[in-house]
């Protein structure tokens, strides 16, 4: 009897031990409003509810904020796009030439404003209830180096959180290596807001300022919302300022926050956004001969030094974040197209901005200044390029002429390749561009 079992056990590890490891296969594409797996569709309706829900002051919007709900600037052409908005953000550089985010006071000097470099647009105490306070940010004559930043499309950032440090690091140090090409593109390390002291290799934001998709939700019910949360508990503003003008207690957690467990709203944002669909391509276009000429003009002129199409994500089970996340089966082993190195790199359009910490990572958070990337911007994954009528970190370029110009510095190279194009390449090049 013994015998025989054992003799199963033996067949079955070999027939285990013999099945081929699956390989990588193509991450699902598009309907942009639809699941891709990681959570069932009933669940990611439920989650997208609470990504549109508008927060009101009782549930713990402001004192400062910039809007009311993240749809309102992550919308096109469906929630988790992008938007026409952008942010303001200031500095200065202090006598050593050293960048120094802004002091804004508020409340006729009750409260000043520090280590933060966004300034909000809107404020709760402005309203009728509070009509006697005004705590309105307003930039300081101080103030000489200003941006504006486009918000950002979502699609697809689950796998793209998921990609192995290790890999993001390689690219970089692949590019570096090859001189000719004049690209040494950054990779910056950045703590991750669940597990306090763990970092990662930052890649989402204009300053690849985030590693983690629930640190990023954490840091925009903050600072966009007024939002405070478990990971983000201190509001923006002082005890004074914010007894008088915000009338939840924190930690807000978003409104039903126990109900949905000590995370409140951060879990189901956060899952929504894990789950959302990379963009298809529009195949009408990408099947042209003209777009796949297009594609190999964008490999010729360099362009995919930085805009690296091809990433595969590392295996369901990985435990990442000090072991606050693990991939999931949904997204792990996956073959995605972003078009992104997630490195930072000085294309001339830098904004004049470091990162600073304590506005990303909470009031406690560690270092006080910046990582020397003031001139510098993460390359944008170009997915869902067709949906972003406005172009770079701040909107302002918007024919395709325009932006591949403005690529200069460590992008020279591939401007000046396309300035000696005909116009039946660039028109290629550009209906490559359409199909993204
Ligand atoms: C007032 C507009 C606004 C609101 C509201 C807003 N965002 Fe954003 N979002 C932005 C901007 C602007 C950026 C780019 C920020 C940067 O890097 O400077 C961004 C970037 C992001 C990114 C990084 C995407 C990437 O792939 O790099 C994530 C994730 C994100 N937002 C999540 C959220 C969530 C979750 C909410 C709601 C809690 C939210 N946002 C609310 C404007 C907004
Ligand atoms: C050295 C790296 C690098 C190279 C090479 C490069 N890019 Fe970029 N690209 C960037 C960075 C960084 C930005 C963001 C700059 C900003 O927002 O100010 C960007 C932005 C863009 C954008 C705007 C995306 C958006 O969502 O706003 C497009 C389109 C683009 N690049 C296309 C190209 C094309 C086409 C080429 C080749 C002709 C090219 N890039 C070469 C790094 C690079």
Redesign the pocket.
């Known amino acids: 009897m013994r015998i025989v079992i054992l003799i199963v056990l033996a067949c079955i590890s070999i027939v285990c031990l013999s099945q081929p490891t699956q390989g990588p296969t193509e991450a699902p594409t598009g309907p942009l409003d639809q699941t891709n797996g990681l959570t069932d569709p009933g669940t990611f309706q439920q989650d997208r509810q609470v990504f549109d829900e508008v927060d009101a002051s009782d549930e713990g919007i402001g004192p400062l904020y910039n809007a009311t709900y993240c749809r309102e600037c992550h919308q096109n052409p469906a929630s988790g796009g992008a938007s026409q908005i952008t942010e303001t953000r200031v500095g200065h550089l202090d006598q050593f030439g050293v960048f120094e985010a802004p002091s804004i006071p508020i409340a006729h000097g009750h409260d000043v404003i520090k280590n933060r470099t966004l300034v909000n647009d809107r404020a709760t105490c402005t309203s009728a209830q509070f009509s006697d306070r005004e705590i309105q940010e307003r930039v300081p004559e101080t103030e000489t180096i200003k941006a504006l930043r486009?918000s950002l499309p979502l699609f697809g950032d689950g796998y793209i959180e998921v990609i192995a440090d290790a890999d993001i690091v390689k690219g970089a140090q692949a590019q570096c290596a090859n001189k000719k090409l004049g690209?040494c593109?950054q990779p910056i390390i950045v703590p991750v807001a669940e597990f306090r002291d763990f970092t990662a290799v930052g890649r989402f934001g204009?300053k690849s300022q985030h590693a983690s998709i629930l640190s990023f939700t954490g840091d925009a019910y903050l600072n966009e919302m007024g939002v405070t949360s478990v990971l983000f508990p201190d509001e923006v503003t002082n005890e004074e300022v914010t007894k008088l003008c915000a009338t939840a207690l924190s930690p807000n957690t978003g409104g039903g926050g126990e109900a949905r467990g000590q995370l409140g709203d951060l879990a189901p944002v956060a899952r929504f956004i894990r789950a959302l669909m990379p963009p298809s391509r529009d195949l009408a276009l990408s099947e042209t001969p003209e777009a796949k000429h297009g594609a190999q003009l964008?490999d010729q002129?360099?362009?995919s030094?930085?805009?690296v199409s091809t990433w595969t994500t590392q295996p369901p089970g990985t435990i990442m974040f000090g072991g606050a996340y693990s991939v999931a089966p949904e997204l792990g082993n996956k073959v995605i197209h972003p078009f992104s190195d997630f490195l930072?790199?000085d294309?001339g359009?830098g904004?004049g901005i470091e990162v600073v910490p304590a506005e990303h990572f909470g009031k406690k958070a560690k270092g006080k200044q910046s990582v020397g990337v003031a001139n510098?911007?993460?390359?944008?994954p170009?997915w869902g390029?067709r949906f972003?009528p406005r172009?770079?970190?701040?909107g302002l370029?918007v024919t395709?002429t325009e932006?591949?110009r403005?690529?200069k510095n460590?992008?020279r190279?591939?401007?000046t390749?396309?300035n000696a194009l005909t116009d039946d390449e660039k028109q290629a090049?550009f209906q490559f561009?359409r199909s993204l």
Request: aromatic residues 10%; glycine residues 2%.
């Open positions: 486009m690209i593109g204009w964008f002129l360099q362009c030094v930085c805009h930072l790199h294309v359009t904004d510098k911007l993460r390359t944008p170009l390029l972003r172009m770079l970190h701040d370029s395709f932006v591949i403005n690529h460590e992008a190279k591939s401007s390749s396309f090049l561009l």
